[in-house]
Nanobody, 119 residues
Framework: QVQLVESGGGLVQAGGSLRLSCAASGSIVSINFMGWYRQAPGKQRELVAGISSAGRTNYADSVKGRFTITRDSAKNTVYLQMNSLKPEDTAVYYC?????????????WGQGTQVTVSS
């Protein structure tokens, strides 16, 4: 079992910044992917940013150039630096971890952390 603990959410004014953290713990065998999804009221959960075990990153078009995902592999932690925040970034942000092992792909989710951007 793997647990994901998220932190760093909060209330910020438009144009401000936040840094989210997600620390994985538990029975970790391997990590192929860690990333951040978000879900706003009435909307589908969407991938915001992700980073693979090879270090490749990908971002949603809506956040490209504003958000940066990084990782600390030694700590099994991923970060999301969010700059130039917009009201439309308001959502619950969920950490995601994918572990591809021989027994199959295992997917884990964090509890979610609220990000609210005021206008």
């Amino acid at each position: 079992q793997v647990q994901l603990v998220e932190s760093g959410g909060g209330l910020v004014q438009a144009g401000g910044s936040l840094r989210l953290s997600c620390a994985a713990s538990g029975s970790i065998v391997s990590i192929n992917f860690m990333g951040w999804y978000r879900q706003a009221p009435g909307k589908q959960r969407e991938l915001v940013a992700g980073i693979s075990s090879a270090g490749r990153t990908n971002y949603a078009d809506s956040v490209k150039g504003r958000f940066t995902i990084t990782r600390d592999s030694a700590k099994n932690t991923v970060y999301l630096q969010m700059n130039s925040l917009k009201p439309e970034d308001t959502a619950v942000y969920y950490c995601n971890l994918v572990s591809d092992v021989y027994a199959g792909t295992k997917i884990y989710w964090g509890q979610g952390t609220q990000v609210t951007v005021s206008s």
